[in-house]
Structures are given as C-alpha cells and as structure tokens.
C-alpha cells in the first residue's frame, strides 16, 4: 500500500489475465485480489492470489480500481 498525498494506492500486474477473470473484494479495509485462467478443458492453468490491509484512516465507500490496458491494477482509496 503506497500513500499519494490524501489517497492511497495498491497496484497487482495482471496482464496475464482477462479482466473477466480478475475480482477484487473489500472488507473491513482488507483489499482481496482473486483472478483465475482457465484453458479450453476447464482447468485452471494460472492463478493469482493477494491480499493486503489498507490503512485505518480509509474511507472504506471511496476504494476503486482500475486496470490499465498494460494489464495493470490500480486500486485507490481516499484518506479520512
């Protein structure tokens, strides 16, 4: 988690996913990070797992995120 002046910020490379296989969770200012590829036969050949806690000063209606055409997600959060 990186502080850019009153926001903070998580960035995950998941350009080896689509993003309909990438879902992110928040709870109790905890950031979940869950994608999965799948192969033809319904395997799952690739995953990517990452969880991390954002600081208590978040305000926990302001967390967003995008994903880059890189294949890069960018979660933000405003501070209180």
Do not use: W
């Amino acid at each position: 988690v990186h502080a850019q002046g009153d926001t903070y910020q998580v960035v995950a490379d998941v350009s080896q996913f689509e993003p309909p296989d990438i879902v992110v969770t928040t709870s109790n200012c905890h950031v979940a990070i869950q994608a999965e590829k799948v192969a033809e036969d319904g395997t799952i050949c690739d995953t990517f797992t990452h969880k991390c806690q954002l600081p208590e000063d978040t305000d926990p209606m302001s967390v967003s995120c995008t994903l880059t055409e890189a294949g890069t997600l960018v979660i933000t959060a405003r501070r209180r």
